[in-house]
């Protein structure tokens, strides 16, 4: 199986972990120019953007660890431009939200970072 199938087979599995904690899922491997989101979802009031992460054994770290800077920066820049396009009130609450998969444990950390900018959008 191909990475991106596999991706998409554990990104299935998390939409369906997090439809049982009670998020709406609104978008799936949502994509703009300024990045990917795995999952986009509602949570009670809030607008979250989840990376899912996968990991076979914890050889290569927890999956949990392995949404670095840069990462959470590409997320943040495709959410500003995503709640743009989708025009989302600016007053509506958002956080980024992770789902970690450690071959068979799911973990969701919600709020696991903040929105980070880093260099300029344009």
Not at 8 to 28: D, M, P, R, T, V
Not at 97 to 116: H, P, Q, R, T
């Amino acid at each position: 199986m191909n990475k991106r199938k596999v991706g998409s087979h554990y990104e299935e599995q998390a939409a369906k972990f997090l439809e049982n904690q009670g998020y709406e899922i609104l978008e799936k491997n949502y994509r703009n120019s300024m990045g990917e989101i795995d999952l986009i979802g509602r949570d009670g009031d809030y607008l979250a953007f989840v990376e899912v992460k996968y990991r076979r054994d914890k050889r290569r770290g927890a999956a949990l660890e392995a949404v670095n800077s840069q990462k959470q920066r590409r997320i943040s820049r495709a959410a500003l431009l995503y709640r743009a396009q989708k025009q989302i009130p600016e007053e509506t609450p958002c956080r980024f939200d992770v789902v970690g998969m450690d071959g068979g444990e799911i973990a969701l950390v919600k709020n696991a970072f903040d929105f980070c900018y880093g260099k300029p959008l344009w």
